[in-house]
């Protein structure tokens, strides 16, 4: 039996079986101290919106550090989510200009074209990795599309830069040898995107970073090292969250034959399939915030200045607001209240985008393979404390 005692993060058996652990914690334990991390996490519904929709309480301003530490790439400027109001609510409403639905729809075209090019690769093999490749190069050529960036550098170095990224979070733990080649990584970043965003000033065209540095309201601009951060944004948050949530849909269609017919026939049942699986499988485990001052919370008291991780991941699947929560129903009343993407300032604010690319991923990947099937039934999950995807899902057409 899982207790709240048994809590880490860093365990393999959290890893690959999170659900039980944050039930434990939501009706034992939950405001909790991870003592072997230095951190609180909170785990109940109510608790974690709460710390998304007051930031005077529960600040972002130390989300990037704390994720990042000395690979943040771009250190010098708050990034959008690790600002606070007003200093975000500026960021957002510039940023916003780059995503109105006008501008996405636009995109659709282009990213159905990608999608198709990246099925032609795999349709014809006996079977295939759906998550390293299909799912995995999915996000990464759209998000450089999108970006105005160069093709082959995406397919090439855009996976190895947000996979050094990722590693950054056990710095504490890695050799110096794969210190120094995270930090290359970020160079490289870093570099690539100074280049393209001054090119883009000279020669805009019809991409976000062009949108970006035009953005403009009340006379107010972005600074390069703004359109920069959001630049490192879009590109990390873009490449990773959708390639686990695309290969984690087809896994839930396939557990299900009902909804695998469903979504072969009818289009409209795509979105719901994406939303119950942000809500069902959680990508993204927490989002990290700073309190503040002191908190009080069940019996709990939170110090000022403490490093807090709302489980985002076990909110979606409090039994107090979403019933049978460990049941994928993309019917389910509330679907809409999973706070997968967030909620409150912090929205992510590409989810119309990155929804449209992963339910555009999923479709055309059966439609083009009506008969595409598991290899095997097992899966294993990425060993991550950060996000939840398959590591692997051998798939046949």
């Known amino acids: 039996m899982t207790t709240a005692t048994a809590f880490d993060p860093m365990s393999e058996d959290y890893q690959q079986n999170p659900f039980g652990y944050y039930r434990a914690m939501r009706h034992e334990a939950p405001a909790y101290f991870i003592e072997s991390m230095g951190v609180w996490a909170l785990f109940r519904y109510e608790d974690v919106v709460t710390t998304l929709r007051r930031p005077e309480l529960y600040s972002s301003r130390d ?29 957002r409403r510039l940023a916003s200009k780059a995503f109105v639905p006008g501008l996405i729809k636009k995109m659709e075209p282009g990213i159905r074209g990608l999608i198709s090019e990246l099925l032609d690769e795999v349709q014809d093999r006996s079977e295939f990795d759906y998550v390293s490749d299909f799912a995995a190069n999915v996000p990464v050529n759209v998000t450089a599309q999108i970006l105005g960036a160069d093709k082959t550098i995406a397919r090439n170095e855009f996976k190895r830069w947000t996979a050094d990224l990722i590693r950054s979070g056990a710095r504490s733990v890695l050799p110096q040898e794969e210190l120094d080649r995270i930090h290359r990584s970020v160079n490289e970043l870093r570099g690539y995107f100074t280049e393209l965003i001054a090119y883009r000033r000279i020669h805009p065209g019809d ?38 949530l695309i290969s984690s849909a087809l896994w839930e269609c396939f557990g299900d034959p009902a909804l695998l017919d469903a979504v072969k026939t009818d289009p409209d049942v795509l979105p ?19 309190t503040t001052q002191d908190i009080e919370l069940h019996g709990k008291v939170i110090p000022a200045d403490s490093v807090l991780l709302s489980y ?15 049941t994928f129903d993309i019917n389910r009343p509330g679907l809409s209240r999973h706070l997968a993407l967030g909620m409150g300032p912090h929205y992510c604010i590409g989810a119309v985008l990155g929804k449209m690319m992963c339910g555009l991923a999923l479709g055309m990947t059966l439609q083009r393979m009506p ?21 692997s899902y051998l798939v046949a057409p």
């Open 312 to 326: 985002i991941a076990s909110a979606c699947r409090d039994e107090t607001v979403f019933a049978e929560p460990d």
């Open 63 to 91: 989300w990037i550090n704390n994720a990042l530490g000395e690979f943040d790439p771009v250190p010098q400027v708050p990034s959008i989510i690790s600002s606070d109001p007003p200093d975000h609510a500026r960021l």
């Open 207 to 244: 991409d976000l970073v062009s949108a970006l540095v035009q953005a403009e309201e009340d006379q107010q601009v972005l600074s390069a090292d703004e359109v920069l951060s959001l630049t490192f944004i879009i590109q990390f948050g873009g490449a990773e969250t959708p390639s686990h």
């Open 371 to 391: 008969n595409l099937r598991p290899v095997a039934d097992d899966v294993t999950w990425l060993p991550s404390p950060w996000v939840r995807g398959l590591a």
């Open 272 to 290: 719901l399939v994406i939303d119950e699986t942000f809500r069902h499988v959680s990508p993204v485990r927490f989002l990290g915030r700073t």
